[in-house]
Nanobody, 115 residues
Framework: VQLQASGGGLVQAGGSLRLSCVVS????????MAWYRQTPGNQREWVAR???????EYANSVKGRFAISRDIAKNTVYLQMNNLEPEDTAIYYC??????????WGQGTLVTVSS
């Protein structure tokens, strides 16, 4: 199972970015998917998740601004991030939770929000 995250970059506060996570070797439809983020010196922080049935949940810090979605045909999960704040600056990781093989992580994509 491999996850390839992309879409990070530099954006001004109030701007938007869409992160992508392409899954290979497994199915984003048949496994729970999630996005996490991490800043230097801190633990990885959960941001959003999507269950197999499509149910979504968000951390309080991003609720109303971020949206997780998936394209089954492309086996890709997205994180749409709107109204970005400098506090959203982090490396963002996608994760697939497999019952058979456990957790699988993407390599991370850097998001930098300038004030």
């Amino acid at each position: 199972v491999q996850l390839q995250a992309s879409g990070g970059g530099l954006v001004q506060a109030g701007g938007s970015l869409r992160l992508s996570c392409v899954v290979s070797g497994s199915s984003s439809r048949l496994n729970p998917m999630a996005w996490y983020r991490q800043t230097p010196g801190n633990q990885r922080e959960w941001v959003a998740r999507m269950a197999v049935n499509g149910f979504t949940e968000y951390a309080n810090s991003v609720k109303g601004r971020f949206a997780i979605s998936r394209d089954i045909a492309k086996n890709t999960v997205y994180l749409q991030m709107n109204n970005l704040e400098p506090e959203d600056t982090a490396i963002y990781y996608c994760k697939l939770q497999s019952i058979r093989s456990g957790e699988h992580w993407g390599q991370g994509t850097l998001v930098t929000v300038s004030s």
